[in-house]
C-alpha cells in the first residue's frame, strides 16, 4: 500500500506516488473506464493526481473530470495538482503567434478558474507555476496566489522546472511555504541533483515531485551508447534485487535521492502501476545507484 508523505513539515500529506495524467488524452478510454481506472489505483493508495491546463491540447482536465462527474464522491479521496503559466498555439486560440509563458496575476487567475471547470470541482490542493517565466514578476505572482488562496480555490501554491534561484525569488514575496518543485529525474537526465535544485529542496525539507522518471521510453528502446550502457546496467540490477522489470529499479534509484522525490507514473495501464507500487520495497544500495550514475556519464565518479 502506497503511504501518505508531507511534502512540507507539517503539511497536507500527498501519497509517495502520484499518478499523472499527461496522456490521458491518448488513452482513449471512456467516462466511465475513466472513473474505473481513478478508483483502481486510489485502492492502491496512490490518491495524488497530477494535470496542467495544457495537457492533449488542453484536454486532459475536461476528461477527467467527465469521470468525477460520473462519481463526485471521489473528489474528497484525491488530492489535485494542476499547473498554469504555459501559453500553447491552438485551434481555440487561433489569434496566438508562438507558444510563450504568463505568470500574469490575470492569466494565473484565469487558468485556474478554467482548470476548476474543466476538472468539475471547487478546489485545488496544488497549483504549479509550470515553466519559468523571465517575464515573471514575483510581486504579481503573490497577488495572484494570495487572491486564489483567500477565495479558497487553491490550497497550495509550489513550482515546476525552477531553478533554485527562480524558486527563491517566488518564495521571498510568499508567506507560506513553496511545496514543492516539479522536476526531472531520471538515469539519463539528473542535472537537478548536481545544479542545487534537489539541495536546495532537502535543506527546506520540501519534497520534489519527479517527472519523466522512465526517460519518456527512451531507456528501454532508445539505441544511443548511453541508453545502452542505462539499460545494460540496470538490468543487471534488476537481477541482484529480485525485481520484475528495469523500471521498478528505477522508480527504486530516483526513490533514493535524499530529497525524497515524489515520482510520478505516467501509464494508463493499472498493472504499470501496480509494477511502480511494488517498487515501493525495494531499496538500492549506494554503490547500486552510483552503477547508475557511472553508466549514466561514461566515466567513474571523481
Not at 525539507?205 to 545502452?228: D, H, N, T, Y
Request: include cysteine.
Amino acid at each position: 500500500m502506497v503511504a501518505k508523505v508531507e511534502l512540507t513539515p507539517n503539511g497536507q500529506q500527498f501519497s509517495e506516488l502520484v499518478q499523472g495524467y499527461w496522456r490521458l488524452a491518448d488513452w482513449h478510454m471512456s467516462p466511465q473506464e475513466r472513473l474505473s481506472f481513478l478508483k483502481q489505483h486510489i485502492e492502491l493508495g496512490i490518491t495524488t493526481v497530477d494535470h496542467a491546463d495544457i495537457y492533449g491540447g488542453y484536454t486532459c482536465e475536461q476528461l477527467f473530470g467527465e469521470a468525477l462527474a460520473i462519481d463526485p464522491s471521489v473528489c474528497e479521496q484525491i488530492e489535485i495538482v494542476t499547473k498554469c503559466d504555459i501559453n500553447l498555439c491552438s485551434d481555440l486560440v487561433p489569434e496566438r503567434k508562438i507558444n510563450h509563458y504568463d505568470t500574469s496575476k490575470q492569466h494565473i487567475v484565469n487558468s485556474v478558474n478554467n482548470s476548476l471547470s474543466r476538472l468539475n470541482v471547487e478546489n485545488i490542493d496544488v497549483l504549479l507555476i509550470h515553466r519559468p517565466d523571465v517575464l515573471m514578476d514575483a510581486d504579481e505572482v503573490a497577488e495572484a496566489f494570495a487572491e486564489l488562496k483567500q477565495q479558497g480555490k487553491v490550497n497550495h501554491f509550489g513550482v515546476s522546472n525552477f531553478t533554485p534561484s527562480q524558486f527563491e525569488l517566488l518564495q521571498s514575496r510568499l508567506d507560506a511555504p513553496l511545496v514543492t518543485n516539479q522536476v526531472e529525474i531520471n538515469p539519463l537526465n539528473f542535472e537537478v541533483a548536481h545544479d542545487g535544485t534537489l539541495d536546495q529542496l532537502q535543506m527546506k525539507r520540501v519534497k520534489p515531485m519527479a517527472w519523466s522518471c522512465l526517460g519518456g521510453g527512451a531507456i528501454f528502446s532508445g539505441q544511443s551508447e548511453q541508453q545502452v550502457r542505462v539499460r545494460n546496467e540496470l538490468e543487471a540490477i534488476r537481477e541482484e534485487v529480485g525485481a520484475e522489470s528495469i523500471d521498478q529499479v528505477i522508480y527504486a534509484w530516483v526513490r533514493r535521492l535524499p530529497s525524497n522525490p515524489l515520482p510520478i507514473i505516467g501509464s494508463g495501464k493499472i498493472e504499470r502501476v501496480q509494477t511502480a507500487v511494488d517498487a515501493l520495497n525495494i531499496t538500492l544500495t549506494r554503490e547500486q545507484w552510483y552503477r547508475v550514475w557511472v553508466a549514466s556519464k561514461g566515466h567513474g565518479v571523481p
